[in-house]
């Protein structure tokens, strides 16, 4: 039969993503069924097959023999002498099969049933859509870059499924233009007006844990377990990492040998510096450990108040905090306390070489105060902001900002 008008597309309805043929043959019966309903009342008496393969459609439609004036209703049942005109061997009790052409429904009619077939597959794409990624919470998706905009990113997934990418959600080295692969968690999943809005994220801890678990085989085997991750995206990440196998160095197996492991998950995070250490219940220990690469002298805890006062040698401060502070603020994250750092009694008297701010103050400036023969923090004390500025190649506002840097590491 001709489905002409409403199936002359039907190739892009079996074709839609995530919709198994039974759930496809089910939307395109009830909304045949409706069309019946509307025509003869009801549709108890029909039967409805449908080809999801090239889209024929059969109704068949099957009603009661009764004699002449004893028809209650036209749409079971069919007086013998209409009956004969259409089949002579018919007789009373027989059953009359028709076939319903979709032509006899109307134009009108099929458009109709051609619009709710098309909202009815839209509405059952975004359930599955939704339903797909609301699993998939937490695990890493690859996809391509289609749209860049001021706050966030267009990525599609390869079966054209549309991710976003927030501003809030990327490295702040990321950047991205059209055409580009990204890596990335699934992070949230909501549905917004009957629409799936499936957000993605490069920021989160549960990202950085996954890229371990995709380059390190003991991680994803379950021998050694990530007990904690904490970040400064696209600064600095600690994770603390556990073996249950005495035989299995935790830390040794994240890295690789000469770092293979690790410098792909570092170069996915745009260089973000990694620090792996081993977990401990030993709290003095843990911190120890944390502040890494610093060497701590001693450490004073407060189990009560949460906090932990760390003495250091003058020349290891800078290195405990760390360039903009991150060091210590991810070692506090990561055990719980709240750190604080001492230069070690008595060592007020020490001079230290400017070389050990090298985390905090960029090594171009450094290399100007050296240039002047000014290679310890004292000596450049020792000078006023307008003496500096004119004898460096320096601002007045960057030297203000290297006194300040300085001047804390005596206070």
Same mark, same amino acid.
């Given at each position: 039969?001709?489905?002409?008008?409403?199936?002359?597309?039907?190739?892009? /309805?079996?074709?839609? %993503?995530?919709?198994?043929?039974?759930?496809?043959?089910?939307?395109?019966?009830?909304?045949?069924?409706?069309?019946?309903?509307?025509?003869?009342?009801?549709?108890?008496?029909?039967?409805?097959?449908?080809?999801?393969?090239?889209?024929?459609?059969?109704?068949?439609?099957?009603?009661? #023999?009764?004699?002449?004036? /004893?028809?209650?209703?036209?749409?079971?049942?069919?007086?013998?002498?209409?009956?004969?005109?259409?089949?002579?061997?018919?007789?009373?009790?027989?059953?009359?099969?028709?076939?319903?052409?979709?032509?006899?429904?109307?134009?009108?009619?099929?458009?109709?049933?051609?619009?709710?077939?098309?909202?009815?597959?839209?509405?059952?794409?975004?359930?599955?859509?939704?339903?797909?990624?609301?699993?998939?919470?937490? @695990?890493?998706?690859?996809?391509?870059?289609?749209?860049?905009?001021?706050?966030?990113?267009?990525?599609?997934?390869?079966?054209?499924?549309?991710?976003?990418?927030?501003?809030?959600?990327?490295?702040?080295?990321?950047? /991205?233009?059209?055409?580009?692969?990204? %890596?990335?968690?699934?992070?949230?999943?909501?549905?917004?007006?009957?629409?799936?809005?499936?957000?993605?994220?490069?920021?989160?801890?549960?990202?950085?844990?996954?890229?371990?678990?995709?380059?390190?085989?003991?991680?994803?085997?379950?021998?050694? $377990?990530?007990?904690?991750?904490?970040?400064?995206?696209?600064?600095?990440?600690?994770?603390?990492?556990?073996?249950?196998?005495?035989?299995?160095?935790?830390?040794?197996?994240?890295?690789?040998?000469?770092?293979?492991?690790?410098?792909?998950?570092?170069?996915?995070?745009?260089?973000?510096?990694?620090? #792996?250490?081993?977990?401990?219940?030993?709290?003095?220990?843990?911190?120890?450990?944390?502040?890494?690469?610093? %060497?701590?002298?001693?450490?004073?805890?407060?189990?009560?108040?949460?906090?932990?006062? #760390?003495?250091?040698?003058?020349?290891?401060?800078?290195?405990?905090?760390?360039?903009?502070?991150?060091?210590?603020?991810?070692?506090?994250?990561?055990?719980?306390?709240?750190?604080?750092?001492?230069?070690?009694?008595?060592?007020?008297?020490?001079? #230290?070489?400017? @070389?050990? /701010?090298?985390?905090?103050?960029?090594?171009?400036?450094?290399?100007?105060?050296?240039?002047?023969?000014?290679?310890?923090?004292?000596?450049?004390?020792?000078?006023?902001?307008?003496?500096?500025?004119?004898?460096?190649?320096?601002?007045?506002? $960057?030297?203000?900002?290297?006194?300040?840097?300085?001047?804390?590491?005596? @206070?």
């Amino acid at each position: 039969m001709s489905n002409i008008n409403l199936i002359d597309s039907f190739q892009e /309805f079996k074709d839609f %993503k995530n919709i198994d043929r039974p759930t496809m043959m089910s939307v395109l019966e009830d909304v045949f069924r409706s069309m019946i309903r509307k025509k003869f009342g009801n549709d108890e008496n029909c039967d409805v097959i449908v080809n999801t393969d090239n889209g024929d459609l059969e109704i068949w439609r099957t009603r009661v #023999v009764m004699e002449d004036g /004893f028809s209650e209703d036209d749409d079971l049942e069919i007086e013998l002498a209409e009956a004969k005109k259409l089949d002579p061997d018919l007789e009373v009790g027989d059953e009359y099969i028709e076939q319903i052409t979709l032509e006899s429904f109307g134009r009108r009619a099929i458009l109709a049933a051609r619009q709710t077939l098309v909202s009815k597959i839209l509405e059952l794409e975004k359930d599955e859509i939704f339903k797909k990624y609301k699993d998939r919470v937490g @695990e890493i998706v690859t996809g391509e870059v289609y749209q860049v905009w001021k706050k966030e990113t267009l990525v599609l997934d390869d079966e054209g499924n549309e991710l976003l990418l927030p501003k809030t959600e990327q490295i702040p080295a990321d950047y /991205f233009k059209k055409g580009d692969s990204v %890596k990335a968690i699934v992070y949230k999943v909501d549905m917004l007006n009957s629409n799936p809005k499936i957000i993605i994220s490069r920021t989160a801890p549960e990202f950085l844990q996954r890229l371990f678990e995709l380059e390190v085989p003991e991680i994803f085997d379950g021998l050694i $377990t990530i007990k904690k991750i904490v970040r400064e995206p696209g600064e600095r990440a600690k994770v603390a990492v556990e073996s249950y196998d005495d035989r299995i160095d935790p830390v040794g197996a994240c890295v690789g040998m000469k770092g293979s492991r690790i410098h792909g998950i570092v170069r996915e995070l745009k260089n973000e510096n990694i620090d #792996v250490i081993n977990y401990t219940n030993n709290i003095q220990l843990y911190i120890q450990r944390a502040l890494s690469p610093a %060497k701590i002298t001693s450490i004073k805890l407060d189990d009560e108040k949460k906090t932990a006062a #760390v003495y250091l040698k003058p020349d290891q401060v800078s290195l405990a905090i760390g360039r903009g502070g991150h060091n210590i603020k991810l070692a506090g994250k990561l055990t719980g306390y709240e750190i604080d750092v001492y230069r070690e009694a008595d060592e007020h008297d020490e001079d #230290v070489d400017i @070389e050990e /701010f090298s985390d905090e103050i960029e090594s171009w400036i450094i290399d100007e105060f050296k240039r002047i023969g000014l290679d310890t923090a004292k000596s450049v004390l020792a000078l006023t902001v307008g003496e500096l500025v004119k004898r460096t190649d320096l601002e007045e506002e $960057t030297v203000k900002d290297v006194l300040a840097i300085l001047q804390a590491e005596f @206070e």
